[in-house]
Each structure stands twice: as structure tokens, then as C-alpha cells.
């Protein structure tokens, strides 16, 4: 059985840091992507970077490239989300999520495996 499981969320300043870790278990994910997604109140839920755990490849969206890095731990089997330069825009519960697709990461619809989300608040 599948589990993902978040950590890291909080209320943070404009222009702060924060590190979201994903914690995946349950099976062998050498050969999945693993996703961040984000839903702000009102809005659909949007990718947000990706990292396949075999050979370390990222994506990201645009209004987070240079300010997000995505990075899994094989040893911990974790995958982290560093957010630099945080906005208010960025406010949003984060997902993790995983899929067995190397490609198309970044739609929502092809990860069969989530976790329960983890708040992150910017205030301005």
C-alpha cells in the first residue's frame, strides 16, 4: 500500500523559506516520478515541480523556477521541496504525489498515488 506523507508546512513572511519534505513508502519508486502539486482556495489544483527518482531529471512550472528545487533522498526515501523567495501567491496546500509515467508529469490526472496535503501560508 501506497503512503505519501507531507511535512513542513507553516505560515511564513514574504520573501522566507521553507522546506516541504515528502516521506513515500509502500513500494519501489526507482521507476516513478515524483510530484509536488498545489491547490489555492478557489482554484484547481496546479503542478508544481517534478523529479524522477532514477536518474534525478526536474521540472518546473514557471513562477517557481529559481526560487523552487525539488530533490529526493534515496536513502531516506523522501523527496524535499525548498521554496525560496516565497510570495503570497505561493500560499496553498501542497501535495505530494507519485506516478509509475515518466511522461507527462505534469498533469494532475496521471498520479494515482497522494498524499493528505500540508498548508503553507505567505503573508505579505
Known amino acids: 500500500q501506497v503512503q505519501l506523507v507531507e511535512s513542513g508546512g507553516g505560515l511564513v513572511q514574504a520573501g522566507d523559506s521553507l522546506r516541504l519534505s515528502c516521506a513515500a513508502s509502500?513500494?519501489?519508486?526507482?521507476?516513478?516520478?515524483m510530484g509536488w502539486f498545489r491547490q489555492a482556495p478557489g482554484k484547481e489544483r496546479e503542478f508544481v515541480a517534478a523529479?524522477?527518482?532514477?536518474?534525478?531529471?526536474?521540472y518546473y512550472t514557471d513562477s517557481v523556477k529559481g526560487r523552487f528545487a525539488i530533490a529526493r533522498d534515496n536513502a531516506k526515501n523522501t523527496v524535499d521541496l525548498q521554496m525560496n523567495s516565497l510570495k503570497p501567491e505561493d500560499t496553498a496546500v501542497y501535495y505530494c504525489?507519485?506516478?509509475?509515467?515518466?511522461?507527462?508529469?505534469?498533469?494532475?490526472?496521471?498520479?494515482?498515488?497522494w498524499g493528505q496535503g500540508t498548508q503553507v501560508t505567505v503573508s505579505s
Open positions: 523529479i524522477r527518482w532514477s536518474s534525478g531529471s526536474t
Open positions: 509502500g513500494r519501489t519508486f526507482s521507476g516513478h516520478t
Open positions: 504525489a507519485a506516478t509509475p509515467r515518466l511522461e507527462r508529469t505534469t498533469t494532475r490526472t496521471y498520479y494515482p498515488y
